[in-house]
């Protein structure tokens, strides 16, 4: 089944301890990128990426990093959580766009992240 | 500046109405825009894409059209049910990658 898989779907965790959400597609998709969701905000983009070691900020890069190693994963690394980053996270991913394909993004389920 | 606009924010109408859902954006240049759906608590589902040559994409109760000079793009639900009751949201890509700005959605609500 074609998907795109968050770990950990829930996280509570503590000021200035690292952590890292994974994301992995079975799509063969050159495109992937990070959200949140937050009220009011709606969905902001965090880091994108257009393919294996080519990656860029997007709208709230602050606090975050990524790499892309290869072509399925895409992590989302808080070195230094704070609270301000408590929020609803997505990755999703696509082909890039043109020629044959349309661009269209698949997300995952997402994964709550608290920061106390 | 980019931006991307929904409104209502909210809408709320009884079982079997059709209804139109609004998406404006700045900037025409637009490459592609998608409609999703959102249930509380989820990942987001991708309904339609138009691309920027096209006018307008059918799936089945959805039609969602494109009307870039305006800067608008319109999702049509025909014959709604309360199982349509989600949020909604639409992203606009400039460009072949990088950068997809969402709208903040409407939260619509089918009454039985």
Sequence with gaps: ???????????????GKKLTVTCSQNMNHEYMSWYRQ??????????????????????????????????????????????????????????????????????????????? | KQEVTQIPAALSVPEGENLVLNCSFTDSAIYNLQWFRQDPGKGLTSLLLIQSSQREQTSGRLNASLDKSSGRSTLYIAASQPGDSATYLCAVRWGQGGKLIFGQGTELSVKP
């Design chain 1, 1 to 15: 089944e074609a998907q795109v898989t968050q770990n950990p779907r829930y996280l509570i965790t503590v000021t």
């Design chain 1, 38 to 116: 937050d009220p009011g905000l709606g969905l902001r983009q965090i880091y994108y990426s257009m393919n294996v070691e080519v990656t860029d900020k997007g709208d709230v890069p602050e606090g975050y990093k990524v790499s892309r190693k290869e072509k399925r994963n895409f992590p989302l690394i808080l070195e230094s959580p704070s609270p301000n980053q408590t929020s609803l996270y997505f990755c999703a991913s696509s082909f890039l766009a043109g020629g044959w394909s349309t661009g269209e993004l698949f997300f995952g389920e997402g994964s709550r992240l608290t920061v106390l």
